[in-house]
């Protein structure tokens, strides 16, 4: 147990912190050199990039405390993977300091600080020293990370012999359960399976009042449940940093909706679609925006080239991770005859949408009946952007009020 109780102590301070690396491997090698070369005469590189050299995290600075959780989120490549690395001590920062105060566990790589060869049992009291704890406190925890761990049949096998998912249960309750100041995770949690990551976030809040956690995750919802505070991260500096965990997801979003176009799932070439608008609405960084509860009238184009009936219009509601949130099948379609190379206009009216706040894209299907004998699908043929005052990471925000209090 940290002994040092005090929520306002900052157990993780960063200040300009950076690291560059070469792209390439030989450049690097005789980089490393004149840099030895240089240490040792005392003629120390001014900071400046060379030739082929990149700044992987570039002037990084945060304060957490006991209590507090900071995300990290950003694009592949970003830079959190090499700033974790670097507040654990696998790697030198290139400028800037860190200081931690208190025991740190660590989760960035899916078996990092094992031993192979060796049992669980043996790697767990591996593990527990380089952590700073005596046999005797590991001896105290070693069941209770076994059970959590639910590696008890195997826990006397060879770590070589475990598989990605047992690895992770067992570096996690190594990590949680011997209860440091400081916990590192990265997004190795995601190799679980749903039931242990059910049990690891409710371990990290029983433990977060008296921890410090840096998290790092690319699913959003995880992000906006446990974290006090986000930096988002691109090309190795902050983007955004701060506690509007929100608006730094939604820039992370943003990220990827940049020139994205319409897509073509599927075709008989029989019809093609056109475009969509919604009726009354301007379209801004093509999204409509609209409120929540808001009724709106879509109108669909179609182009007709070799059906003889009108076909079925069906839509699929899509969330910003691409996760389907609604079916829809509108009543009322009446087939009816058409003419060859003809476009044909569809009008549609979807009833106080209680979709909570954010983006969705919609998809559309034209099909002889709803789900039989499809002839075209295209993928976010309209998008749109749902306004509210609250922020939530479900997809329905349900319209409702309190009714009465009776005693």
């Given at each position: 147990?940290?002994?040092?109780?005090?929520?306002?102590?900052?157990?993780?301070?960063?200040?300009?912190?950076?690291?560059?690396?070469?792209?390439?491997l030989?450049?690097?090698?005789?980089?490393?050199?004149?840099?030895?070369?240089?240490?040792?005469?005392?003629?120390?590189?001014?900071?400046?990039?060379?030739?082929k050299?990149?700044?992987?995290?570039?002037?990084?600075?945060?304060?957490?405390?006991?209590?507090?959780?900071?995300?990290?989120?950003?694009?592949?490549?970003?830079?959190k993977?090499?700033?974790?690395?670097?507040?654990?001590?696998?790697?030198?920062?290139?400028?800037?300091?860190?200081?931690?105060?208190?025991?740190?566990?660590?989760?960035?790589?899916?078996?990092?600080?094992?031993?192979?060869?060796?049992?669980?049992?043996?790697?767990?009291?591996?593990?527990?020293a380089?952590?700073?704890?005596?046999?005797?406190?590991?001896?105290?925890?070693?069941?209770?990370i076994?059970?959590?761990?639910?590696?008890?049949?195997f826990?006397?096998?060879?770590?070589?012999?475990?598989?990605?998912?047992?690895k992770?249960?067992?570096?996690?309750?190594?990590?949680?359960?011997?209860?440091?100041?400081?916990?590192?995770?990265?997004?190795?949690?995601?190799?679980?399976?749903?039931?242990?990551?059910?049990k690891?976030?409710?371990?990290?809040?029983?433990?977060?009042?008296?921890t410090?956690?840096?998290?790092?995750?690319?699913?959003?919802?995880?992000?906006?449940?446990?974290?006090?505070?986000?930096?988002?991260?691109?090309?190795?500096?902050?983007?955004?940093?701060?506690?509007n965990?929100?608006?730094?997801?939604?820039?992370?979003?943003?990220?990827?909706l940049v020139n994205?176009?319409?897509?073509?799932?599927?075709?008989?070439n029989?019809?093609?679609?056109?475009?969509?608008?919604?009726?009354?609405?301007?379209i801004?960084?093509?999204?409509?925006?609209?409120?929540?509860?808001?009724?709106?009238?879509?109108?669909?184009?179609?182009?007709?080239?070799?059906?003889?009936?009108?076909?079925?219009?069906?839509?699929?509601?899509?969330?910003?991770?691409?996760?389907?949130?609604?079916?829809?099948?509108?009543e009322?379609?009446?087939?009816?005859?058409l003419?060859?190379?003809?476009?044909?206009?569809?009008?549609?009216?979807?009833?106080?949408?209680?979709?909570?706040?954010?983006?969705?894209?919609?998809?559309l299907?034209?099909?002889?009946?709803?789900?039989?004998?499809?002839?075209?699908?295209?993928?976010?043929?309209?998008?749109?952007?749902?306004?509210?005052?609250?922020?939530?990471w479900?997809?329905?925000?349900?319209?409702?009020e309190?009714?009465?209090?009776s005693?």
């Amino acid at each position: 147990m940290a002994l040092n109780m005090d929520n306002n102590e900052v157990l993780v301070k960063v200040e300009g912190l950076s690291k560059k690396f070469c792209k390439e491997l030989k450049t690097s090698l005789w980089y490393g050199v004149k840099d030895l070369f240089a240490g040792v005469t005392g003629r120390h590189n001014d900071g400046a990039l060379r030739p082929k050299e990149f700044w992987a995290v570039k002037d990084i600075n945060f304060e957490l405390r006991r209590g507090e959780c900071l995300g990290l989120i950003g694009h592949n490549g970003a830079g959190k993977s090499t700033l974790l690395k670097i507040l654990n001590g696998l790697i030198n920062p290139d400028e800037g300091k860190v200081t931690i105060k208190g025991k740190v566990g660590a989760l960035i790589e899916l078996g990092a600080g094992f031993n192979a060869i060796l049992s669980g049992r043996e790697n767990i009291y591996n593990n527990g020293a380089v952590l700073g704890f005596t046999r005797a406190e590991i001896d105290a925890k070693l069941e209770a990370i076994i059970d959590f761990a639910e590696l008890r049949e195997f826990i006397d096998m060879p770590v070589r012999n475990y598989s990605s998912g047992m690895k992770v249960r067992l570096g996690f309750a190594v990590a949680a359960q011997m209860e440091p100041d400081v916990l590192i995770i990265d997004e190795v949690l995601a190799v679980g399976d749903l039931g242990f990551m059910l049990k690891c976030f409710k371990t990290i809040d029983q433990i977060l009042p008296n921890t410090a956690i840096i998290f790092v995750s690319h699913s959003m919802p995880m992000i906006s449940r446990i974290c006090t505070h986000v930096i988002l991260m691109s090309s190795g500096a902050s983007q955004f940093q701060g506690e509007n965990v929100s608006k730094a997801i939604d820039l992370y979003y943003q990220s990827f909706l940049v020139n994205e176009d319409s897509n073509v799932v599927f075709t008989d070439n029989s019809v093609e679609f056109k475009k969509a608008s919604i009726e009354n609405i301007k379209i801004e960084n093509n999204r409509y925006k609209i409120n929540w509860r808001d009724t709106i009238n879509l109108k669909f184009t179609i182009k007709n080239y070799t059906l003889k009936k009108t076909p079925y219009i069906s839509f699929a509601i899509y969330d910003k991770e691409q996760r389907g949130v609604a079916e829809v099948f509108p009543e009322n379609q009446i087939s009816n005859n058409l003419e060859p190379n003809t476009e044909i206009d569809f009008y549609f009216i979807f009833r106080n949408l209680n979709l909570s706040k954010g983006i969705y894209n919609i998809t559309l299907t034209a099909s002889e009946f709803p789900e039989k004998n499809f002839y075209y699908k295209i993928h976010k043929a309209l998008t749109i952007q749902v306004e509210h005052d609250i922020q939530i990471w479900t997809p329905f925000l349900i319209d409702s009020e309190l009714k009465k209090i009776s005693k």
